[in-house]
């Protein structure tokens, strides 16, 4: 298995997992750009949204279920927080597992793009 974050989702290498349960892993970003940084993750491989499914909109949605869970554990619902999912080049997107970055703790500068 050669890619990083199926490694942190089978326990094979280190990462801070926040939460887990049968569909998707939440852990700290290794690099983070605001005092909560935080990627939720589908436990399944899939390289991006370019790849998912009809089978796999439960999954996903669950992802915004984790977000709100992690972001009330962090402590940052009521000042808010900004969920990313990069795709593909144009948006910066360098692991290929699909994840969905939870960043907050701060004021983020606006508009994106
Ligand atoms: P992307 O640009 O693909 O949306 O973001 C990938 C994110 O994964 C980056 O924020 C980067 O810091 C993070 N990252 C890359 N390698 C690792 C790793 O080995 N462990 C963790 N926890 N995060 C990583
Ligand atoms: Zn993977």
Same mark, same amino acid.
């Given at each position: 298995?050669?890619? *990083?974050?199926?490694?942190?989702? &089978? +326990?094979? &290498?280190? +990462?801070?997992? /926040? ?10 970003? *290794?690099?983070?750009? !605001?005092?909560? #940084? ?6 399944? #491989?899939? !390289? ?5 499914? +009809?089978?796999?909109?439960?999954? /996903?949605? #669950? ?5 709100? /869970?992690? &972001? ?5 619902? !009521?000042? +808010?927080?900004?969920? *990313? *999912?990069?795709?593909?080049? %144009? &948006?910066?997107?360098?692991?290929? %597992?699909? #994840?969905? %970055? ?12």
């Amino acid at each position: 298995m050669n890619c *990083i974050f199926c490694r942190i989702i &089978a +326990g094979e &290498a280190p +990462g801070e997992i /926040l939460y887990q349960d049968e569909r998707v892993t939440a852990f700290r970003d *290794i690099h983070p750009v !605001a005092p909560t #940084h935080v990627l939720i993750v589908p436990n399944k #491989h899939l !390289a991006s949204v370019n790849e998912m499914t +009809g089978e796999d909109e439960t999954t /996903l949605g #669950h992802l915004l279920t984790v977000a709100r /869970l992690v &972001a009330e554990q962090e402590e940052i619902q !009521a000042s +808010g927080y900004r969920l *990313i *999912i990069n795709t593909g080049p %144009h &948006a910066g997107q360098v692991i290929h %597992h699909l #994840h969905m %970055h939870l960043i907050g703790g701060q004021r983020m500068r606006y508009p994106m793009g």
